[in-house]
């Protein structure tokens, strides 16, 4: 054997042994060290949090803050007449501020320009018959005249009166055709509220009144009549009762009578109801419809 080539294996296994030891030696001595920086790291964090909750926070006063806010300022701008809630005769104001936002409100002023109109009263040429309007002067009973004296004589005249700027308290009179603010023209009308259910108004009556007028009733509406107030009835259900007659021997259980429709209207049709017994009670029904009605 040759003795310059020794085999090595053996010294490499002692060397590798020897690595293995000192590394667990390492491990075993700094170990402890290790674990307790870690644990130092985190009890770090650990008493961070504790402090922001156990903190006591000092409410800091407005000159220790100085905070220097831009001032508020407004101006008013004009709107339009009877806006935002206020009257016909104020026009509305609202607040214009800068920084935007800053301030709002909303103001009511009553201006000359808002009153370029007269206001709708409730006079209108001539009082109704229940409240005439007496006799003054140069006018006569139940009618009106405007401020100027100026008589309503025209059966659509109303008086319509300013109630603020340079006009303020004047009247004057037109005509009036509308039925603005749920009121009627001033043009006098049948008092068709007075009708029943069932019941019109001729055709063509109460178109030249001088008032209001009640209705009248009749059962023919032939030759309309612009000055009366006509009503009809449309449909009547006249009724008889009687009483079925006893059984008598040899003979039958009739009993004979007659009914018609009144005058100026016309049979449309007929119903019995009731018992058809002997002795039991019934009622003939006719229907009976007026001409005049569509």
Known sequence: MNPFF??????????????VVLVILGVIVTGPYVLRSINAHFKLWDDS?????????????????NIILPPCSCHWVAGS??????????????????????D???????????????????????SPSSAPHPATGTIPAGFHA???????????????????GTGG??????????TADGDRDCTPRCRTEELPVGAILCPGDGTTLTDDMSIT??????????????????????????TVAAVIANSTNNQSFSM????????????????????GAATLTLTCKNPSCP
């Open 6 to 19: 020794r085999d090595k294996r053996a010294q490499s296994t002692i060397e590798m042994a020897l690595v």
């Open 49 to 65: 949090v504790q402090d922001s909750f156990d903190d006591h926070l000092i409410q800091a006063t407005k000159e220790q803050i």
């Open 81 to 102: 007449c009877g806006a935002q809630g206020c009257n016909k005769t104020e026009r509305v104001y609202a607040k214009a501020c800068t920084p935007s936002g800053c």
């Open 104 to 126: 709002l409100g909303y103001s009511c002023q009553v201006e000359d320009s808002c009153c370029s109109s007269p206001v709708r009263t409730n006079t209108c040429w001539r």
């Open 146 to 164: 405007c401020g100027s004296g100026a008589l309503l004589t025209n059966v659509k005249d109303r008086v319509f009166q300013y109630v603020c």
């Open 169 to 178: 308290n004047q009247q004057v009179c037109q005509q009036d055709t509308t």
């Open 217 to 242: 009733y009749v059962s023919d509406c032939s030759g309309a009549d612009g000055t009366q107030c006509r009503g009809v009835v449309c449909i009547l259900t006249p009724a008889q009762d009687f």
């Open 260 to 279: 018609c429709c009144a005058a100026g209207y016309a049979y449309v049709s007929s119903a019995l109801s009731g018992s058809g017994s002997p002795g």
